[in-house]
């Protein structure tokens, strides 16, 4: 019984323990956005992770449809087999944290020797996630992601083009230049 104690005790000390964990989407996911995040509207969502840096997709989206800084995050116009659609996104972070044991440990018995703590940012650490969180809505104002609305498999298929596109644009002019070669 001995080894056991012990060796749980090693595991512990040396062990970090989670607190909040990042989903991890391979490549994207249709789902609630409240149920993603609390404070986004409570319709089904495309989301998919965001690996480029902060703004990035604004501007993308800005060049694409030629916005000029106009009403670049909400409804967004755009055509699926000839019907128009509304997009509108939200950049939202989800973290990764973790609990660490050992310095919290040290620290504990560095004050009941009356000594400050040393390690007292290393308590908790933390690793950020950003998630892109796309709605779309028709003219009637239908949740264009639900699984009910008929015209829901080329929205999505729609959605993952253009997240294609902008993970694989570094350019966003190029972006520009498609969507006018596409438009004529």
Same mark, same amino acid.
């Given at each position: 019984?001995?080894?056991?104690?012990?060796?749980?005790?090693?595991?512990? &000390?040396?062990?970090?323990?989670?607190?909040?964990?990042?989903?991890? &989407?391979?490549?994207?996911?249709?789902?609630?956005?409240?149920? +993603?995040?609390?404070?986004?509207?409570?319709?089904?969502? +495309?989301?998919?992770?965001?690996?480029? !840096?902060?703004?990035?997709?604004?501007?993308?989206?800005? %060049?694409?449809?030629?916005?000029?800084?106009?009403?670049? #995050?909400?409804?967004?116009?755009?055509?699926?087999?000839?019907? #128009?659609?509304?997009?509108?996104?939200?950049?939202? !972070?989800?973290?990764?944290?973790?609990?660490?044991?050992?310095?919290?440990?040290?620290?504990?018995?560095? #004050?009941? %020797?009356?000594?400050?703590?040393?390690?007292?940012?290393?308590?908790?650490?933390?690793?950020?996630?950003?998630?892109?969180?796309?709605?779309?809505?028709? !003219?009637?104002?239908?949740?264009?992601?639900?699984?009910?609305?008929?015209?829901?498999?080329?929205?999505?298929?729609?959605?993952?083009?253009?997240? !294609? #596109?902008?993970?694989?644009?570094?350019?966003?002019?190029?972006?520009?230049?498609?969507?006018?070669?596409?438009?004529?």
């Amino acid at each position: 019984m001995k080894p056991f104690a012990t060796l749980f005790t090693v595991f512990l &000390i040396t062990s970090c323990i989670p607190l909040s964990i990042a989903p991890k &989407i391979e490549t994207d996911k249709v789902k609630i956005a409240k149920k +993603f995040k609390r404070d986004l509207p409570k319709q089904y969502a +495309f989301i998919f992770e965001d690996p480029k !840096e902060a703004d990035q997709f604004y501007f993308f989206i800005n %060049e694409k449809f030629d916005l000029n800084f106009n009403n670049v #995050e909400s409804n967004v116009p755009f055509f699926v087999d000839g019907k #128009e659609y509304a997009l509108t996104f939200y950049e939202r !972070e989800k973290v990764d944290r973790t609990l660490n044991l050992v310095p919290l440990i040290i620290d504990q018995k560095l #004050e009941q %020797e009356d000594c400050d703590p040393i390690f007292d940012d290393l308590y908790t650490f933390r690793i950020g996630h950003w998630y892109l969180v796309l709605t779309v809505m028709d !003219e009637a104002m239908t949740d264009c992601l639900s699984p009910n609305y008929n015209n829901r498999d080329a929205v999505v298929k729609y959605l993952r083009d253009l997240r !294609e #596109e902008y993970l694989t644009t570094n350019d966003y002019m190029v972006a520009k230049l498609r969507n006018r070669l596409v438009k004529h």
